[in-house]
Nanobody, 122 residues
Framework: VQLQASGGGLVQAGGSLRLSCAASGRTFSSMGWFRQSPGKEREFVAAIRGNLDSTHYASSVEGRFTISRDNAKNTVYLQMNSLKPEDTAVYYC??????????????????WGQGTQVTVSS
């Protein structure tokens, strides 16, 4: 079972990027994105869970980021608009075959992608 994240890059403030995370090996009921910048702890960004694809966002990205998934492709996306320099981080996708635990906690996910760098210049 693997998660392959892609789509990171360098963008100016106010710009947009779309991250993708392709899962192989099985389907996951719960998928999320976390990010980590140097000297900081990994933090929750967004999650999509369950059969109804309920979505959840950190307050810092609410209204700017959108998480979605394509079940046929077993892929989750993070559309990031109105990017700010403080969004600069390595972004990680995470997954769990089941909906367990608080969606904001890293321990609620048991599969992790390799991370993709997002850099927003001012």
């Amino acid at each position: 079972v693997q998660l392959q994240a892609s789509g990171g890059g360098l963008v100016q403030a106010g710009g947009s990027l779309r991250l993708s995370c392709a899962a192989s090996g099985r389907t996951f009921s719960s998928m999320g994105w976390f990010r980590q910048s140097p000297g900081k702890e990994r933090e929750f960004v967004a999650a999509i869970r369950g059969n109804l694809d309920s979505t959840h966002y950190a307050s810092s990205v609410e209204g700017r980021f959108t998480i979605s998934r394509d079940n046929a492709k077993n892929t989750v996306y993070l559309q990031m608009n109105s990017l700010k320099p403080e969004d600069t981080a390595v972004y990680y996708c995470a997954a769990n075959p089941f909906v367990v635990g608080p969606f904001t906690l890293a321990r609620s996910y048991d599969r992790w992608g390799q991370g993709t760098q997002v850099t927003v210049s001012s």
